[in-house]
Structures are given as structure tokens and as C-alpha cells.
């Protein structure tokens, strides 16, 4: 018989392997933007890496659903909602970023360069002579 020929079986991926892969790549992804996140230098990096962990958990949440049959239960019930409150705290932080951009460029506007008063708003000061 000749490859790809009528007699030979197709080799399917076991389910399991492929399970292992996706989760190993989710925890990689997740580990990865955990570095960003305490590597960043600004609030916008910050945020970013933020996003990207919360990413990253709601893929691997996904995948312990998809894949719950093949898991084993009392596992998969304990890292699920784990998953959840991380990816809940982490749009909390990415929400609380913004925030805090939006307060330090009012912050600097209100303490920025002030315009010159003009001459005839400023007060006489009090001759010493009299």
C-alpha cells in the first residue's frame, strides 16, 4: 500500500495529550504576563500585563470546561472558581489603572504651570515708607 493510500489507518491524537498541551501552554501564557506584570515600569505596562493575566486565566478556566469530563472533578471544581476570582481581581486592577491615569493627569493639570496673574489682579503691597 502506498501513504495516504485506502488501507491506512488515520492516527487520531489522544484526547488526554491534547489536553495536557493546552493547559501547559495557558499556564505558560499565564506565567509569562505574571513576569510583565511585576517587571512593568509603568502604569500602562501594568495594565497590560494585567490584561494578559486575565487572559490567560479565562483560557484556562475555558479549557477546565470544555475538558471537564476528562479532569478529574474535585480538582477542576476547586480551580475553577480560583480561576474566576483571579480573572475578577485582575479587570478590578486593569478598571482601578484607568483610574488612576485619569486622577494623575487631572492631578498634574491642576498643578501645572500657572498662567502669570495679571498686573492689575495683583494686590499693592504696603509701603514701608510713611
Known amino acids: 500500500m502506498t501513504p495516504g493510500g485506502a488501507g491506512v489507518a488515520q492516527r487520531h491524537p489522544d484526547p488526554v495529550d491534547v489536553l495536557a498541551r493546552h493547559l501547559r501552554a495557558r499556564a505558560t501564557e499565564f506565567l509569562r504576563a505574571l513576569r510583565l506584570h ?72 491642576l498643578t501645572g504651570p500657572a498662567a502669570p496673574t495679571p498686573p492689575s489682579a495683583r494686590r499693592p503691597t504696603p509701603s514701608t515708607s510713611g
Do not use: K
Open 38 to 109: 511585576r517587571d512593568a515600569a509603568t502604569p500602562e505596562d501594568s495594565a497590560e500585563a494585567a490584561r494578559a493575566l486575565g487572559r490567560a486565566a479565562r483560557r484556562i478556566g475555558a479549557g477546565l470546561y470544555t475538558f471537564r469530563p476528562a479532569l478529574d472533578p474535585s480538582w477542576s471544581r476547586t480551580l475553577g472558581p480560583e480561576l474566576a476570582w483571579v480573572s475578577g481581581t485582575l479587570s478590578q486592577e486593569d478598571a482601578c489603572a484607568t483610574r488612576l491615569t485619569r486622577l494623575l493627569e487631572a492631578l498634574h493639570h
